[in-house]
């Protein structure tokens, strides 16, 4: 994603910048998923590993990235609260 793109982003709900999720964060993230204990904010389960995502900068909200376009919507954001840090 173009940075020049990601600096005018931001958080729909806390209206925080984003920045692309860490590698780090981003395995732990997909081990949950695959242990199926992550669900999104509409509270429908998380199947699909991500390849790619944003992140609020206080690091609780998560916005899936998918075939390159970010998905900036409430109900599909996913609270990083539900990982066991």
């Avoid at 709900?13 to 860490?22: A, D, H, M, P």
């Avoid at 199926?36 to 995502?53: C, R, V």
Wanted: proline share 4%.
């Amino acid at each position: 994603m173009r940075k020049k793109i990601l600096n005018i982003l931001c958080c729909p709900i806390t209206r925080q910048s984003l920045v692309k999720v860490t590698g780090k964060t981003l395995t732990a993230l997909n081990e949950a998923i695959d242990n199926g204990s992550i669900n999104n904010h509409e509270k429908k389960s998380i199947k699909k590993k991500l390849k790619d995502a944003l992140i609020t900068e206080d690091g609780l909200l998560l916005y899936p990235i998918e075939d390159g376009i970010p998905v900036l919507l409430e109900n599909r954001s996913i609270s990083l609260e539900q990982l066991d840090r």
